[in-house]
């Protein structure tokens, strides 16, 4: 079965200081990887989404990057944060072929930037 | 994307079938209709989803309208772990999902 991984599950970071998410998937081949974010009482924003190695599509400009090294795994960072980078974090993916409708969720990252 | 319109909240008793609406009046004729939930702190989760036919599967039922201007999600036999916030999205591309603020369902004893 696939499963879906993200770390770490919290995290606390001094503005200005670098970020890096990672997240990896298992149990599945070339699937279609996203991070989202979402402030506290709002909707989920697509920030990324990546339909193979190297391959990466920004839907918001921001101080946030992408970057997916290997076909199971994707990675959000940023070189600087800003106070407005805090929220929770979530990726996901989606099996083309099999599930094509389907997202699937992690269990996300809280992101507090102090 | 064509935008959905929810209600902020909604309230059922358990064992009770929960019906949440979704308006979507400027939907285009290649736009899917998807719910997906959202349990408290955890990421969320794939109901269903449609583009013109009424769907049923073993998590709910939705259901559209001729005219595919709105649309409902049934929860049959809602439970408390049915406690969530339900996102109504319509979208072309599954690659492109756009999450409003949804409904938060509240189901009590």
């Known amino acids: 079965s696939q499963t879906i991984h993200q770390w770490p599950a919290t995290l606390v970071q001094p503005v200005g200081s670098p970020l890096s998410l990672e997240c990896t998937v298992e149990g599945t081949s070339n699937p279609n990887l996203y991070w989202y974010r979402q402030a506290a009482g709002r909707g989920l924003q697509l920030l990324f989404y990546?339909?193979?190695?190297?391959?990466i599509s920004s839907e918001v400009p921001q101080n946030l990057s992408a970057s997916r090294p290997q076909d199971r795994q994707f990675i959000l960072s940023s070189k600087k944060l800003l106070l407005s980078d805090s929220g929770f974090y979530l990726c996901?993916?989606?099996?083309?072929?099999?599930?094509?409708?389907?997202?699937?969720f992690g269990p996300g990252t809280r992101l507090t930037v102090t | 994307d064509a935008k959905t319109t929810q209600p902020t909240s909604m309230d059922c008793a358990e064992g009770r079938a929960a019906n949440l609406p979704c308006n979507h009046s400027?939907?285009?004729?290649?736009?899917?209709v998807y719910w997906y939930r959202q349990i408290h702190s955890q990421g969320p989760q794939y109901i269903i989803h449609g583009l013109k036919n009424n769907e049923t599967n073993e998590m709910a039922s939705l259901i559209i309208t001729e005219d595919r201007k709105s649309s409902t999600l049934i929860l049959p036999h809602a439970t408390l772990r049915d406690t969530a916030v339900y996102y109504c999205i319509v979208a072309t591309y599954t690659d492109k999902l756009i999450f409003g603020t949804g409904t938060r369902l509240q189901v009590f004893p």
């Open positions: 996901a993916w989606r099996d083309t072929i099999l599930l094509p409708y389907e997202q699937y």
């Open positions: 990546s339909v193979g190695i190297g391959q």
């Open positions: 400027t939907i285009s004729g290649n736009e899917y």
